[in-house]
């Protein structure tokens, strides 16, 4: 079973609309959570992370996240999308194992379009 | 934060070459690792780079195939060895403080093989 589920691999929004990109992590997965994105043709950037405290946490650009405990979710929102977010946005976690490992999700693909 | 170097940014090899990817981080690091990430696809973890040691692999990935060196706390090279088409994909390399923290990613090197 995916660790990281993410399940829209693109999603189409108009400028200044919100949008949310869900994601959903299985049991193998710690509630160290995170959100990266990568613009064509660059490295990840992190986003939000999600480690303790607040279920809301805020990141960068105005992007936010909720974390859902009951739901195993980690939904990313942002209220008004810009056409400089167009860009792959990937969900991830660390696993339940003794060992440091980042598990990604599928990726989804933010397209804004006038 | 940290910021992080990799060379080459891309490039274009012959099946059954070999290319060393090296990554500079401009700080002291706990944690290395070693990402690739298939056309169109999300990142998939090859390794942790130990410093001192040998590299702890990943399920499906092996060190004849990705040799992997950290001479230190801010440099490590992978290699892939006897390269084929299938190996083209964006390698990435991330770092991290902390074990349950976030890690930072490298810009990437972009390899195509022929």
């Known amino acids: 079973a995916q660790s990281v589920t993410q399940l829209d691999s693109q999603v189409p929004v108009f400028e200044e609309a919100p949008v949310e990109l869900r994601c959903n992590y299985s049991s193998s997965v710690s509630v160290y959570l995170f959100w990266y994105v990568q613009y064509p043709n660059q490295g990840l950037q992190l986003l939000l992370k999600?480690?303790?405290?607040?279920?809301l946490v805020k990141g960068i650009n105005g992007f936010e996240a909720e974390f859902n405990k009951s739901q195993t979710s980690f939904h990313l929102r942002k209220p008004s999308v810009h056409i400089s977010d167009t860009a792959e946005y990937f969900c991830?976690?660390?696993?339940?194992?003794?060992?440091?490992?980042?598990?990604f999700g599928t990726g989804t693909r933010l397209l804004v379009s006038p | 934060s940290a910021v992080i170097s990799q060379k080459p940014s891309r490039d274009i090899c012959q099946r059954g070459t070999s290319l060393t990817i090296q990554c500079q981080v401009d700080?002291?690091?706990?944690?290395m690792f070693w990402y690739r990430q298939q056309p169109g696809q999300s990142l998939t973890l090859i390794a942790t780079?130990?410093?001192?040691?040998?590299?702890?692999?990943e399920s499906g990935f092996v060190i004849d195939k990705f040799p992997i060196s950290r001479p230190n706390l801010t440099f490590s090279t992978l290699t892939v060895s006897n390269m084929s088409p299938e190996d083209s994909s964006i390698y990435l390399c991330?770092?991290?403080?902390?074990?349950?923290?976030?890690?930072?990613f490298g810009p990437g090197t972009r390899l195509t093989v022929l």
């Open positions: 991830a976690g660390l696993m339940n194992t003794g060992f440091q490992k980042l598990v």
């Open positions: 991330s770092v991290s403080h902390n074990p349950l923290d976030e890690q930072f």
């Open positions: 780079a130990n410093q001192g040691s040998e590299a702890t692999y």
């Open positions: 700080s002291q690091v706990t944690m």
């Open positions: 999600y480690l303790s405290g607040s279920t």
